[in-house]
């Protein structure tokens, strides 16, 4: 069965609003951060794995592929 593009886009959401909290940021702030980065692209492509972990673990996913991808520019 193939992933519902609603689940996929409310992972993104929930992954936005809680990287805005941890960080204390606007949401407005971290979706362009995402979007600039290619951040909510990976989210979409590891869907079937980050849906079955905590969204704690998603954004620490998150936060370090961000932290990887800042050093090397």
Do not use: W
């Not at 805005?20 to 951060?33: G, Q």
């Not at 909510?40 to 492509?45: A, V, Y």
């Amino acid at each position: 069965m193939e992933d519902s593009e609603n689940d996929k886009n409310l992972m993104i959401v929930e992954a936005i609003e809680g990287y805005a909290r941890n960080h204390n940021m606007k949401p407005c702030e971290v979706f362009l951060l995402f979007r600039n980065n290619g951040i909510i692209e990976l989210l979409r492509s590891q869907y079937k794995t980050l849906h079955t972990q905590s969204m704690e673990e998603s954004i620490y996913f998150v936060e370090d592929i961000l932290r990887r991808v800042l050093d090397a520019k």
